[in-house]
């Protein structure tokens, strides 16, 4: 009798996220930038913070430095080198491929996300035990919160890269597409200045970002300053983004290169 294998989805994006591992090993500039820039940026958040005028804020260094290192980790580890692997399979034919297969689109763009979401990760645990370690920043006030916003970021970014990835023409172009929302998070959302310091007009404003719910959720968790109106808020707008971000993947992504 001849065996009968069965697939299930998540065996399907398991496989294909091996397989997308071991090609992300190989490229050595995605692989740089996705794991040691999102290291080596938190030392000059370090020094900024030290500047700042955190009184009347319950902030201190600690709460300002370590969700802004987490946010660059999910900007550089998953939004700007997943925008790359997006671009690049498409151009080189494989999302092609992959779809003639039993994957489904989902499945497929789920399989390429996952090995950057878990170098993210795992990444952020590093993060954030280091700057309790060095920062003296002491345990989350509300954990379920910081998981929440962890959460939040890593799938509203990895939604992101590919809508990014649609409009890139090629993997070189990817890096310059992907930057404009990667300095607007840097300048807007907090990663360098937090929002509690802002003109208030100004802070309403940028609260509206992508990466602002997220670091509101990280910020507020660590520090429990955050309401729970406040809380509601951030996931609302969150969830908002995300949801914009999937309508715009099925509208818009391209499966084949963009002539």
Known sequence: MSTVTVTTPARRMQALARAEMTLLGRNKGTLFAALFVPLVIPFST???AKDMDLEGTGL????VV????LGFSL????????TAVYTARRDELVLKRLRTGELRDPEILTGAALPSVVIAAVQCLVLAAGCVALLDAGAPSRPDLVVLGLAAG????AALAAVTGSFSRST???QVMSMPLVFVSMIGSGLFVPLEVMPDKIASACE???MSPVIELLRGGWAGSLSAGEALGAVTTAVAWTVLAVFAVRRWFRWEPRH
């Open 75 to 82: 900007l550089f580890a998953v939004y700007s080198s997943l």
């Open 66 to 69: 370590l969700p802004s290192a």
């Open 60 to 63: 201190d260094v600690g709460s």
């Open 154 to 157: 890593l799938v509203m970014f």
């Open 208 to 210: 509206l970002l992508p």
């Open 172 to 174: 070189e172009s990817a």
């Open 46 to 48: 370090q020094q900024a």
